[in-house]
């Protein structure tokens, strides 16, 4: 492959998935600017294995591993909890974010979207970020097990029974 | 829900952000395995060959020759060295974003010194002056793309956009003087020169204090 077909292939997967993986870095990190920094060394990441020849199956899947991985590095580095609490709250499964307070650099969120993102993190550790990259990214359970490092099975499991739970969360909270 | 789904979905990346990572990756040296094999011959071009060269002959030479090129005019002998020789290894070795908008300043910077020192001497001819022009534009526009690369978190953009505004600032009597064929007069170089140093002073402590914070932070 020529160097301006990888460009070509690379830029097309860029504009594709950019802001998908932006909003999954944010949410979970809460700081634009470190956010973009995680994107931006994720596809560079990307950019460098196209170069190298190497073939990705499944990109989607491989950018938001990486994704998931540096934002648990980031966890780590960041050293507010000790890597035993990470490890406690399931693998490094972290919340998402959903504050009421922003500072003015901060995108501000709609009642609603607060809303989900509080039932969510809610939820017991396991179902959170299966039924965000399901409901909000549209990833299917092969590419979050993939993530995960689950099976597709444990995946499709984790989603059916977050969705019952968000339900009777929901249910309740309408009552 | 849907619809809150549907907000968390807007939050996107804006489009300048989204051309500045594109921009930064695609810009990052990576050698395809898929290039055509560079012949032996080739080894002329290879960066690390032209840096090891330069320094080679700067070490044989005891350092004179780049001691003096770099106090050279447009019109000198050595002016040819530093422009081809000597600044290109100085932007080869500046490889961070934030060295290389520094670097770049300090070029735009060198491009007005000349300028000044000719019209003093008078000889700044149409053709120089068309010549420095450039170049000062070239290095001010590679100066502003350097800081789109530096990540706006650290406030080192900020911060080396500021000092170059200040630098120039001082300067603009002196290039209004220069732009409408008016001469120099010797005290005019000396005051410009006083107040770029104290510029530069003014980084340096900054600087320094940012080297004390850090070292603060760190412990």
Known sequence: ?????????????????SDSLFRYCYLRVHDREKAIDIVQDIFAELWKKMNGGETIKNERAYLFTLAHNRIIDW??????????????????????DHPDERSETDIILSSEAKSVLKEIDNLEPVYREVLYLRFVEDLSPQEIAMILKITPNTASVRITRGIEKLREKFHTQNK | MNKGINDIKNINLTHSEKTRILN????????????PKQSIWNFAFNKFAYVTSILLIVAMTGGTLAYADEYSLPGD?????????????????????????EWEATKAMRRLSEAELL?????????????????????????????????????????????????????????????????????????????????????????????????????
């Open chain 1, 1 to 17: 492959m020529e160097a301006s077909q990888i460009k070509q292939i690379f830029t097309r997967t860029y504009n594709k998935e």
């Open chain 1, 75 to 96: 966890y780590r580095k960041k050293k507010s909890e000790s890597l035993d609490a990470l490890l406690e709250n399931d693998e490094g499964e972290r919340p998402f």
């Open chain 2, 24 to 35: 930064n990756i695609v810009e990052m040296p990576i050698v395809s395995p898929y290039a």
């Open chain 2, 77 to 101: 002998m050595l002016y040819p060295i530093k422009r081809n020789i000597t600044e290109p290894m100085h932007s080869i070795l500046a490889n961070t974003p934030s060295a290389r908008a």
């Open chain 2, 119 to 219: 019209a003093k001497r008078n000889d700044l001819t149409p053709e120089k002056k068309t010549k420095i022009e450039k170049d000062f534009k070239n290095s001010v526009a590679a100066f502003r793309a350097s800081l789109q690369s530096i990540s706006t978190s650290t406030g080192r953009s900020e911060e080396l956009g500021a000092s170059f505004e200040e630098s120039m600032k001082n300067r603009t009597d002196i290039i209004q003087r220069i732009s409408s064929g008016d001469k120099l007069e010797e005290n005019d170089i000396e005051l410009e020169n006083e107040s770029e140093n104290r510029a530069s002073t003014s980084q340096k402590e900054s600087r320094d204090e940012r080297g004390e914070s850090r070292e603060g932070d760190d412990r």
